[in-house]
């Protein structure tokens, strides 16, 4: 995933060891507790893993 993420370069952003996004699909983000998810336009909700917090509430 790591080099398929790295490929794809300033298009989206790793979210979870597993999961990629596209930084223009994303709307927003929620937060449940501890825990964090971005928001695509498609209405689903992506969990960010704690690792890779820091790169999505750095573009907001």
Do not use: S, Y
Not at 3 to 22: K, S
Not at 37 to 60: I, N
Request: charged share 35%; proline share 5%.
């Amino acid at each position: 995933m790591e080099d398929a993420a790295r490929e794809r370069g300033a298009a989206g952003r790793r979210v979870h060891r597993a999961g990629w996004v596209a930084t223009d699909a994303v709307i927003g983000t929620e937060r449940r507790g501890q825990r964090l998810f971005l928001r695509p336009h498609d209405g689903r909700r992506v969990p960010v893993g704690r690792t890779c917090r820091a790169a999505p509430r750095a573009d907001g």
